[in-house]
């Protein structure tokens, strides 16, 4: 019951009682059978009691009203004084504030709001607080937001927002829902820091729990961290890498003959010039005292850790010129690569480290790998670069001539060119031994360049001989070959040599095509503008797309001896053998099988319908002299 329907009842209640009291008060006491005079006192009694009565009760209404009255005033009062406070508090807060309605409507903001985002009251009421977004966050990071205001009421977070000038900015936020009496959303109110002060400091605190403040390098923890992500890489695409320790020798006599400060100068300068030895995917840290570290990703192999060692130990064989004081330091390294030596880091670590004690023990500017055979056969392939390098300029190199034979004919049309290293204590050491190194150290460039040219000689002084055969066939490394000057280089050696174009041949195997495709069929098409023939070489082991296989302007398919090896009686060398023919057939291009040793294999590819063969059943590869007299003979038989 509301208040005025209270007083409409209390005053009915009133009338009919005192409407009652009128009509049969008189009766009643003439009923009681009083004397007149008696009667006249009792009425005027009733009439002063009833006088008293309403007295009573106007007092009893009043009183209740002025009380409340006087309540609900205070009330007001208090309130006000709240709601001032209330409103002095939202100006004065650093926290900028921000009302909305419950359409999204801004209606209202504080001028903390105003100092973060940069917009006036007057520039954003009405706005929607979209217009603040940073496009920093998608979707599902709105739609937890907002699901989380429906489901709770509230929302805290770490949003990023953009300011009027641009800035995009992180800030701390808490939004609410507000209901009205009747539990419709009516506002939105939130309530934000900006905290980009305080991401600024983290971040300067990360920084300087990672970093070594005298280097700046990356500390130890740091390392170790790079070194447990490497390799859980190296798990999934199966790439290794190589983490080396590298120890300054006798830096102890340096600090104690010189000063630490001294001592910390070389540090910080030898930091330096490790640092710029550094390439791609390659972290360098400091991890305490003159102890080094470097993490390798991309180190697939000993021998590249090998160059990566001796390299940093030659960064630092010139003097560092400290306080007008030359100093001379050396370093020692230990290398341990990963996965194939260690599971986890610490394993990686603690190998490295054994393996630097074992490079200190053999003598100190030495490096040492984990494992013995490792640390052997590492210095074996860095001794064979420098002797290669050496070879290459004292002419123990060889060409050796295979001959290229049509499988119909039976004719010798052509020869690959073979390289061989006459080594002055080893003898003759076969490609398969030095290529590979070659193609790391770069030397193939050399390599290769050299060959061609001795192959086009020699190609045009058998044709001055009055030799028929067709062509030379000379292989290109992948290195060279994903380096795109190859053309100028060859239509060089053609120009100096007089040799005709389409009397050379140009192997390039199928991984060096299929690594880069795109590239491949651009250098490919340039080097057929030459006139040239183009042959894959190794066809088989590679991972062709036919799609791409097809627009490659190529004249022939080396199908690989591992397929030629199984034949006759392998079937599933057979079946490969057959469909590769057909495939090379149907694309317009010569097959040859590589590899042949036994008159079976002739045979069967012949009855196979393939194009040429090579291999040792026809002949090895020899010194051009020797093949002089096998041409001579060919020549002579198609004469
Ligand atoms: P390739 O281009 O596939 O050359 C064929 C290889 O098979 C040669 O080995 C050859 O001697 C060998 N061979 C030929 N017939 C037979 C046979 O009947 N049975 C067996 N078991 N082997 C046979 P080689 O000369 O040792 O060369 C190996 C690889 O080295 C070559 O494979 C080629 O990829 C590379 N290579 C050789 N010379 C050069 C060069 O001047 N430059 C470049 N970049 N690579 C070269
Ligand atoms: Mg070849
Ligand atoms: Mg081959």
Not at 48 to 65: D, E, K, M, Q
Not at 214 to 234: D, G, I
Not at 237 to 258: M, R, T
Not at 348 to 377: C, P
């Amino acid at each position: 019951m509301n208040a005025p329907q209270g007083a409409w009842r209390l005053t009915l209640g009133y009338m009919l009682a005192a409407a009652l009291w009128v009509l049969f008060s008189d009766g009643l006491l003439i009923a009681l059978g009083l004397s007149l005079a008696q009667l006249e006192r009792a009425q005027l009694l009733k009439g002063l009691g009833f006088v008293l009565l309403t007295a009573g009760l106007l007092y009893a209404v009043l009183r209740t009203h002025w009380q409340q009255h006087s309540q609900a005033h205070q009330a007001l009062q208090r309130n006000e004084k709240r709601l001032r406070q209330a409103a002095a508090v939202f100006d004065a807060t650093q926290e900028g504030v921000l009302v909305t309605d419950a359409q999204q409507h801004i209606v209202h903001c504080n001028p903390a709001f105003s100092r973060i985002t940069g917009y006036s009251q007057a520039e954003i009421l009405g706005q929607s607080p979209s217009m603040l977004k940073s496009g920093r966050h998608d979707k599902s990071f709105y739609d937890s937001l907002w699901s989380a205001l429906q489901n709770r009421g509230a929302w805290s977070g770490e949003v990023w927002n953009r300011r009027k000038s641009g800035e995009i900015y992180p800030q701390w936020q808490c939004i609410r829902v507000i209901h009205d009496e009747l539990g419709e959303i009516s506002h939105y109110v939130a309530v934000f820091s900006d905290i980009s002060a305080l991401k600024r400091s983290q971040r300067e605190l990360d920084y300087l729990a990672h970093h070594d403040p005298l280097s700046n390098l990356p500390n130890r923890l740091l390392f170790t961290e790079r070194v447990e992500r490497a390799l859980e890489r190296a798990k999934n695409d199966e790439q290794g890498g190589a983490v080396l320790l590298i120890d300054l020798d006798h830096f102890k006599n340096i600090n104690e003959s010189l000063g630490h400060n001294i001592g910390d100068l070389l540090l910080k300068d030898v930091g330096e010039r490790l640092g710029q030895q550094l390439g791609k995917r390659m972290t360098l840290a400091r991890l305490g005292g003159d102890e080094f570290g470097l993490l390798d990703e991309s180190c697939s192999s000993a021998e590249q850790a090998a160059v990566i060692a001796q390299r940093l130990q030659a960064c630092l064989t010139q003097a560092f010129s400290i306080n007008q004081q030359e100093l001379f330091i050396t370093a020692s390294i230990g290398i341990s690569l990963y996965p194939s030596e260690a599971g986890d880091v610490g394993q990686v670590l603690r190998n490295a480290d054994s393996a630097l004690f074992k490079a200190k023990n053999s003598g100190r500017e030495s490096y040492a790998f984990y494992s013995q055979e490792l640390t052997e056969h590492a210095h074996q392939r860095v001794e064979l670069a420098s002797a290669l390098r050496h070879a290459l300029d004292h002419q123990e190199l060889r060409v050796y001539y295979q001959p290229l034979i049509c499988l119909r004919s039976q004719e010798m049309i052509g020869v690959e060119a073979l390289v061989r290293w006459q080594h002055p204590q080893r003898g003759l050491v076969a490609p398969g031994e030095f290529i590979p190194i070659a193609e790391e150290t770069g030397l193939i460039g050399a390599i290769d360049a050299w060959v061609l040219e001795q192959s086009c000689r020699q190609m045009v002084a058998w044709q001055i001989a009055g030799s028929k055969l067709r062509f030379v066939a000379v292989n290109v490394s992948s290195r060279l070959f994903s380096r795109g000057e190859l053309d100028l280089r060859v239509a060089e050696v053609l120009r100096d040599s007089g040799l005709a174009p389409a009397h050379l041949e140009l192997e390039v195997t199928e991984s060096a095509v299929m690594e880069n495709p795109d590239a491949a069929l651009a250098l490919l098409e340039r080097l057929r503008a030459l006139g040239i023939r183009l042959a894959i070489d190794d066809f088989g082991t590679g991972y062709s797309s036919l799609a791409r296989l097809k627009r490659l302007p190529v004249h022939k398919l080396k199908l690989d001896q591992s397929f030629v090896s199984g034949l006759p009686h392998d079937q599933d060398d057979v079946a490969i053998t057959r469909a590769v023919i057909a495939l090379g057939h149907s694309m317009g291009l010569k097959v040859l099988a590589e590899g042949i040793e036994q008159p079976e294999q002739v045979e069967l590819l012949q009855q196979l319908g393939c194009d040429h063969a090579q291999g040792y059943y026809f002949g090895r590869p020899q010194p051009a002299e020797q093949l002089a007299t096998h041409l001579a003979l060919s020549a002579a038989t198609t004469n």
